[in-house]
C-alpha cells in the first residue's frame, strides 16, 4: 500500500476511536512523538497513549491536506473547535514505523477543560 492510503486508514480509525484498528497500523518498535509530549516508543505504549487519549477527549482529525514524498505521508488537519496541527508519518512494509505530530497543547486542554500541566 502507498503510505497515503495508511494514513487514511489511520485517520478512520482515529475518528472512530478504533484503538486496536489504530494499533495494527504500528510496527512493534515504532515511535510516536507528539512533540508536546514524551516520545511513545512501542506498539504498546503507542497503544496505551491512544487508549487514555480517546478516554480523557472526544477527538477528531478534519484533513485540511495529505501529501506523499517516498515512505512518508503528511496530514494537515484541524479539529472542529478550530485546534490545527500536522502528522508526518514514516511508513515501511505497509506499517507506521515513525511519527511526529504537531499541535497547540495548552489549547487542546483548554479546549476539553483538561487540567493545564
Same mark, same amino acid.
Given at each position: 500500500?502507498?503510505?497515503? =492510503?495508511? $494514513?487514511?486508514?489511520? /485517520?478512520?480509525?482515529?475518528?472512530?476511536? @478504533? +484503538?486496536?484498528? $489504530?494499533?495494527?497500523? %504500528?510496527?512493534?518498535?515504532?515511535?510516536?512523538? #507528539? +512533540?508536546?509530549?514524551?516520545?511513545?516508543?512501542?506498539? @504498546?505504549? *503507542? !497503544?496505551?497513549?491512544?487508549?487514555?487519549?480517546?478516554? !480523557?477527549?472526544?477527538?477528531?482529525? *478534519?484533513?485540511?491536506? /495529505?501529501? =506523499?514524498?517516498? =515512505?512518508?505521508? *503528511?496530514?494537515?488537519?484541524?479539529?472542529?473547535? &478550530? $485546534?490545527?496541527?500536522? &502528522?508526518?508519518?514514516? *511508513? #515501511?512494509?505497509?506499517? /507506521?514505523? %515513525? #511519527?511526529?505530530? %504537531?499541535?497547540?497543547?495548552?489549547?487542546?486542554?483548554? #479546549?476539553?477543560?483538561?487540567? /493545564?500541566?
Amino acid at each position: 500500500m502507498e503510505p497515503k =492510503e495508511i $494514513l487514511k486508514k489511520w /485517520i478512520d480509525c482515529f475518528n472512530t476511536a @478504533d +484503538v486496536a484498528g $489504530l494499533a495494527a497500523l %504500528y510496527a512493534d518498535e515504532a515511535v510516536n512523538h #507528539q +512533540v508536546a509530549n514524551a516520545p511513545m516508543v512501542g506498539k @504498546d505504549a *503507542i !497503544t496505551r497513549m491512544f487508549a487514555n487519549e480517546f478516554a !480523557t477527549a472526544k477527538m477528531v482529525c *478534519i484533513v485540511e491536506n /495529505i501529501f =506523499e514524498d517516498g =515512505e512518508w505521508a *503528511i496530514m494537515e488537519w484541524k479539529d472542529p473547535l &478550530g $485546534l490545527r496541527g500536522c &502528522g508526518f508519518f514514516h *511508513i #515501511q512494509n505497509d506499517l /507506521i514505523v %515513525y #511519527q511526529r505530530g %504537531y499541535w497547540d497543547k495548552l489549547s487542546f486542554l483548554k #479546549q476539553h477543560n483538561l487540567p /493545564i500541566e
